[in-house]
């Protein structure tokens, strides 16, 4: 093995403990701005893991993949950000 696959299994495992402290506040977090935080937090770490996999394999097919997940991510978080203000507006 050479110390770029250290790397990479390094970069692997951090990203999983991210994704698991961000599922953690999912479960547990006590608003919905929390859990949206969260959601938008583990698209970055699942685009962020795609494009390591990219670096491993040396292939550049993923890269519609991430932009896919990466726009995916951010409509929802937008959609539901505005859904939430609406909300607290309507709330008073």
Do not use: K, Q, W
């Not at 479960?27 to 969260?38: K, M, N, T």
């Not at 699942?46 to 896919?68: K, N, Q």
């Amino acid at each position: 093995m050479t110390i770029l696959d250290y790397v990479y299994i390094a970069t692997f495992v951090m990203l999983g403990l991210g994704a698991l402290c961000a599922l953690l506040r999912l479960v547990r977090g006590p608003s919905v701005l929390d859990r949206l935080v969260c959601l938008n937090a583990l698209s970055v770490l699942l685009v962020s893991s795609i494009a390591v996999e990219a670096a491993v394999r040396a292939d550049t097919a993923y890269v519609g993949l991430m932009v896919t997940v990466a726009l995916i991510g951010f409509v929802a978080t937008l959609t539901a950000a505005r859904f939430a203000e609406r909300r607290a507006h309507d709330r008073g």
